[in-house]
């Protein structure tokens, strides 16, 4: 698969820590919570305040996380963010909030702040608040065998013209053993702009004949220090 898009910043957060070519690499283990971190953790990586990082369920947290880690606000300016695309693939969706709202229900309590949450594209919301993200946005269900679909779609809305930037990434997050699942915790966001721009990138596109998001983006010979600029 030729390279249909440019990478410009890419952010991740796994069970180990926070990583993105905006922002050094942090681990949870240094920040002592476990991940997704806490109502303090924005603020501790970042050293910026976020007045509503509090009360976000856990998928917006992560997603959040990640977006911070790629310094979008970095590369893109407000006009191009306006215009940027959000396309996302998730294989567990928004089950750990469904749980979580579920368990409250069953305890005859309604617990109203993470209702809002019950939805996967409300994580997507809450990215999109915060880097003033306003094109067309997409979340897709899919099914572990087939990673990727998000970048797809992405590259192929970027190469027929139809936007000049995507924010585009994987997002899955459950706490805690279920029956039929097992814990997890990642989330990759990237920012990809059309290849035609001929703009420099800060990692290579992923191998298409593996599951893209496994070891993509690379930490090993990416930093700060080669990352293309704001888009003016």
């Known amino acids: 698969m030729s ?24 681990r949870w283990a240094d920040l002592g919570v476990a991940a997704p971190g806490d109502g303090r953790t924005f ?12 009360r976000l369920d856990r998928m917006s947290r992560v997603l959040v996380l990640a977006g911070a880690a790629a310094g979008i606000d970095q590369v893109l300016t407000p006009a191009l963010a306006a215009g940027a695309a959000i396309v996302f693939e998730t294989t567990v969706g928004s089950l750990d909030a469904d749980l979580r709202f579920a368990d409250s229900m069953a305890a005859g309590l309604c617990d109203g702040p993470v209702f809002a949450y019950t939805l996967p594209s409300s994580s997507l919301g ?12 997409v979340c897709m269900s899919t099914v572990e065998a087939q990673p990727g679909v998000a970048l797809r779609e992405a590259g192929l809305m970027l190469a027929a013209g139809e936007v ?17 699942v097992t814990p997890i915790c990642r989330a990759v966001v990237a920012v990809l702009v059309r290849a035609s ?17 496994r070891d993509w983006p690379s930490i090993q010979g990416t930093s700060s220090d080669n990352r293309s600029g704001r888009i003016e």
Do not use: M
């Open 3 to 26: 390279a249909p898009a440019v990478v410009l910043a890419w952010g991740r957060v796994d069970a180990d820590g926070i990583v993105g070519s905006g922002r050094p690499q942090v």
């Open 43 to 54: 603020r501790r990586v970042f050293g910026e305040r976020d007045e509503t990082f509090r």
């Open 126 to 137: 809450e990215l999109a608040l915060r880097h003033g993200l306003r094109g067309p946005t």
């Open 164 to 180: 000049e930037v995507a924010v585009v990434g994987r997002i899955d997050v459950l706490v805690g053993s279920r029956p039929t």
């Open 197 to 213: 721009l001929g703009l420099r990138g800060v990692a290579a596109w992923p191998d298409a004949a593996s599951d893209p998001w």
